[in-house]
């Protein structure tokens, strides 16, 4: 069974500096790979995927994947209290593609 | 933007009773899901479906059935709830690949 890990568990970062969120997983066929951000009170949503190895940017945010060594990460540049939220990393099992596995999530805290 | 809404949105329910968690959406979506979520355990998938009429068990199905009776409606449905049943669930649907996720529904079972 799919395994999808994240750390670390919390995270502290000031005002304007940069995030750095870890995700392994354990099936190297898996092929569908998003972040999920999730504030309080609502459901989680979409941040940015990536598919291929390598890295991925998005403004602000920067996705980097190595399916060799199982592991994907989220980084977030100049961070703002806005960015305070429960981060989640999901991966979709190349044997069943429907099926999506989250991590246990990463709880970001952006200190003004 | 996509559309999924979830009702009840809080519901406080006994134990041994039955509990109907719903949810729609509106954007065509074949694939829909029901999460779970805990403090401490992410989210964890219950059941989904990828078309009306069939659902699939993910990794955490026991004590949970569920109905996709059309494309658009997916129920959730916990004929004895337990304490242990607790959390709040999320509902999804999924095109090429993204989920979009609705509010929540807040379970308290007494």
């Known amino acids: 069974q799919q395994k999808v890990q994240q750390s670390p568990e919390s995270l502290i970062v000031p005002e304007g500096g940069m995030a750095s969120l870890n995700c392994t997983f354990s099936?190297?066929?898996?092929?569908y790979f998003w972040w999920y951000r999730q504030h309080s009170g609502e459901g989680p949503k979409a941040l940015m995927?990536?598919?291929?190895?390598g890295d991925k940017k998005e403004g602000r945010f920067t996705a980097h994947l190595n399916k060799a060594s199982l592991y994907v990460s989220l980084h977030i540049k100049d961070s703002q209290p806005s960015d305070s939220a429960l981060y989640f990393c999901?991966?979709?099992?190349?044997?069943?593609?429907?099926?999506?596995?989250f991590g246990k999530g990463t709880h970001l805290h952006v200190l003004p | 933007e996509a559309a999924v809404t979830q009702s009840p949105r809080s519901k406080v329910a006994v134990t041994g009773g039955k509990v109907t968690l719903s949810c729609h959406q509106t954007?065509?979506?074949?694939?829909m899901y029901w999460y779970r979520q805990d403090t401490g355990h992410g989210l964890r998938l219950i059941h989904y479906?990828?078309?009306?009429?069939?659902?699939e068990k993910g990794d955490i199905p026991d004590g949970y059935k569920a109905s996709r009776p059309s494309q658009e409606n997916f129920s959730l449905i916990l004929e004895l709830a337990s304490l242990s049943q607790t959390a709040v669930y999320f509902c999804?649907?999924?095109?090429?690949?993204?989920?979009?996720f609705g509010e929540g529904s807040k379970l308290t079972v007494l």
């Open positions: 999901a991966v979709s099992p190349d044997t069943n593609a429907y099926k999506v596995i």
């Open positions: 995927s990536i598919f291929s190895n």
């Open positions: 479906s990828y078309v009306a009429d069939s659902t």
């Open positions: 099936d190297r066929n898996s092929q």
């Open positions: 954007n065509n979506h074949d694939y």
């Open positions: 999804a649907s999924r095109v090429t690949g993204q989920l979009y």
